[in-house]
Nanobody, 122 residues
Framework: QVQLVESGGGLVQAGASLRLSCAQS????????MGWFRQTPGKEREFVSC????????YYSDSVKGRFAISTNNAKNTVYLQMNSLKPEDTAVYYC???????????????WGQGTQVTVSS
């Protein structure tokens, strides 16, 4: 059973930075893909970024490209999302998820964390 636990959310002003963490446990993950998604009330879950544990391949949505950076720490079984130059429209609950596919499709991710709130004030 894969378990994902996010942390690092909070309330910041526009232009600030935050780093989200997602600790994975419960299974080997050498070929897994880790993704970050976000969701606001009344909207579908939106893809943010994903990364492969092994090769470190990354992929970003256009809305965060150049501002956010995804990375992994294999020794800590943790994936990070460094968020810079935050904007009010980045406000959402951020979820990490695990998949065996390198894809932005939320339906391909079978394991999800509980989410962490990020609020960016103007």
């Amino acid at each position: 059973q894969v378990q994902l636990v996010e942390s690092g959310g909070g309330l910041v002003q526009a232009g600030a930075s935050l780093r989200l963490s997602c600790a994975q446990s419960g299974r080997t993950f050498s070929k897994n893909v880790m993704g970050w998604f976000r969701q606001t009330p009344g909207k579908e879950r939106e893809f943010v970024s994903c990364i492969t544990w092994g090769s470190g391949n990354t992929y970003y949505s256009d809305s965060v490209k150049g501002r956010f950076a995804i990375s992994t720490n294999n020794a800590k079984n943790t994936v990070y999302l460094q968020m810079n130059s935050l904007k009010p429209e980045d406000t959402a609950v951020y979820y990490c998820a695990a998949s065996d596919r390198f894809t932005p499709l939320a339906t391909a991710y079978g394991y999800w964390g509980q989410g962490t709130q990020v609020t960016v004030s103007s």
